[in-house]
């Protein structure tokens, strides 16, 4: 046999036992990394709008599909509902960070105020950009109006409402953030 077809049969062979035990294991853990996403997305809803239940919106008329296509980003909203009143909405939005991705789940509470925002993942730089997922630059948000117009600053302590303070040195990070905030903001308020 050949120098060279000996050790290719060798490592062909290994590849396609590494790539069965690849299949296998992801074939087993996929309904569990599934149910341990949906677990932990429900749980970031339930802290950025407490006290409430939340419905999926799926019937979507001919408008609101056309209304999407001006807001791909938004890849979830919830209905969030508290003793069967309309309590406000939780929406799911995708930013490019600097890292990459950066999805945020933003409430908006009945009275058009942000209740709350989470960054529930991202793969910004650790020490920068992951701060963002911190409660120092979240909470900020709570309370603000919700009319699409946060912007990042470098101090917000003695500011209007309409701005929040960037994390030092992830000006990219924050502003994916506070766009993600804005886009939430504004697909809901639209809402017939």
Do not use: W
Not at 92 to 121: F, M, N, P, S, W
């Amino acid at each position: 046999m050949n120098k060279l077809a000996k050790p290719a049969i060798v490592l062909f062979v290994i590849c396609v036992v590494i790539g069965a035990a690849l299949a296998l294991t992801y074939g087993r853990t996929k309904d569990r990394i599934a149910a341990s996403e949906a677990e932990a997305s429900n749980a970031a809803r339930a802290e950025v709008l407490p006290g409430a239940e939340f419905v999926p919106v799926f019937a979507l008329d001919a408008a609101e599909l056309a209304r999407l296509s001006e807001y791909p980003v938004v890849t979830e909203l919830y209905q969030a509902q508290a003793d069967g009143v309309l309590a406000g909405y939780v929406a799911t939005v995708l930013a490019q960070g600097y890292g990459g991705e950066v999805t945020v789940i933003v409430g908006i509470d009945g009275t058009g105020r942000v209740a709350g925002v989470r960054v529930a993942k991202h793969s910004e730089t650790p020490g920068l950009g992951a701060n963002a997922a911190k409660p120092e630059f979240y909470e900020p948000f709570a309370g603000k109006a919700a009319a699409g117009k946060l912007r990042v600053v470098k101090d917000a302590a003695d500011s209007p409402d309409e701005e929040v303070s960037a994390i030092s040195g992830a000006t990219i990070t924050s502003n994916a953030v506070t766009d993600a905030v804005n886009t939430a903001a504004e697909y809901v308020l639209a809402l017939p």
